[in-house]
C-alpha cells in the first residue's frame, strides 16, 4: 500500500516480479516439454528407425529445444537485470522495457511449444499419464497473467514513450552483439526503422514488440549461448527462412549440436 494517489506505482513492482515469474514459468515449461519430447523420440522406433533419427522428426525436435534455450536465455538476463536494477539506471531502463517484451513474446510462444511437443509423442502425449497435458493446460496462464497479450504490447510501448531511456537501453543490449551475425544486425537495423515509423504504432504494436523480442533473444544466443542453437535462431527467427509451424528449420543448420543440448 502506497502514498495516496501513488496506488500504481507502488503495485508496479510486484507487477514487474510478476511478470518475471510469468517468464520463468514458461521457459521451465518449454525446458520440460522439449526435454519429454526428445526422451521419447530416442526410445520410439517408427518406419524402421528411432524416431530421433527420422529427418522430419529432428527437425522438430531441434526447433523445440531452440525456442526453449531462446526463452531460457532471455529469461537469465531478466533475473540478472532484476537483481541489479535498484542500483544499476541501465540495468533498470533495460528490465522496464525488455520485461514487457519478453513477458509478451515468451508467454505467447508456450501453448504452440507445448501442443507441438505433445504432439511428439502421439496418442501416448494426450494420455494423463505422460504429463504433457498438465504442461499444455496450464501454459496459456502466464500470457494472461499481468497483462495479456495486447496489454503487455502497448505497455512496451508505453514505456518507449514515457521512459526514452528505455529505448537506448534496448540498442545498447542489442548491439553488444553486433558484427558477431548478419542476419542479428539486419534485424537491429530493422527494429531502428520500425520505430522510427509512429504511424498506426498502436496497431503494429505486436508485429514490432515480436521483433524486438527476438532481437533480444538471438543477441543473448549469439553472445552466451551454443553455436548450433545460436545459428539455427538466427538462421530461422532472424532471416526468415522458417515456417509458421515449430519443425521448419532451414537445411543445414546443425540438429545433432542442438539436439545433444538435452
Not at 26 to 39: D, I, L
Not at 98 to 104: F, H, I, N
Not at 119 to 127: F, I, P, R, S, T
Not at 217 to 226: D, F
Request: charged letters at 25%.
Amino acid at each position: 500500500v502506497g502514498a495516496e494517489g501513488r496506488g500504481v506505482a507502488t503495485i508496479i513492482e510486484m507487477v514487474n516480479m510478476t511478470r518475471l515469474d510469468c517468464v520463468i514459468g514458461s521457459s521451465m515449461g518449454m525446458r520440460m516439454a522439449a526435454q519429454r519430447a526428445v526422451h521419447h523420440a530416442r526410445h520410439r522406433k517408427a518406419f524402421g528407425a528411432l524416431l530421433i533419427d527420422q529427418p522430419l522428426m529432428r527437425n522438430v525436435l531441434a526447433d523445440l529445444v531452440v525456442e526453449s534455450e531462446a526463452a531460457t536465455t532471455m529469461m537469465m538476463r531478466l533475473a540478472g537485470a532484476t537483481d541489479r536494477a535498484s542500483g544499476d539506471p541501465q540495468e533498470a531502463a533495460l528490465r522496464r522495457i525488455a520485461l514487457a517484451v519478453t513477458k509478451y513474446w515468451v508467454c505467447k510462444r508456450a501453448p504452440a511449444h507445448a501442443a507441438e511437443a505433445l504432439e511428439c509423442l502421439g496418442g501416448n502425449g494426450y494420455a494423463e499419464d505422460s504429463g504433457m497435458p498438465r504442461l499444455f493446460r496450464e501454459s496459456p496462464l502466464m500470457s494472461i497473467w499481468e497483462g495479456s497479450g495486447n496489454v503487455a504490447a502497448l505497455d512496451a510501448l508505453r514505456a518507449m514513450i514515457k521512459q526514452p531511456d528505455t529505448v537506448e537501453a534496448f540498442f545498447a543490449e542489442a548491439r553488444l552483439a553486433e558484427g558477431a551475425d548478419r542476419r542479428l544486425d539486419d534485424a537491429i537495423a530493422r527494429v531502428g526503422k520500425e520505430l522510427a515509423d509512429l504511424e498506426n504504432v498502436e496497431y503494429r504494436a505486436r508485429r514490432v514488440v515480436e521483433l524486438m523480442a527476438l532481437v533480444l533473444q538471438g543477441a543473448q544466443l549469439v553472445r552466451h549461448g551454443h553455436p548450433a542453437v545460436a545459428d539455427a535462431f538466427c538462421a530461422s527467427r532472424l532471416d526468415r527462412d522458417w515456417g509458421i509451424a515449430l519443425g521448419t528449420l532451414p537445411t543445414g543448420v546443425d540438429t545433432a549440436g542442438i539436439l545433444g543440448r538435452i
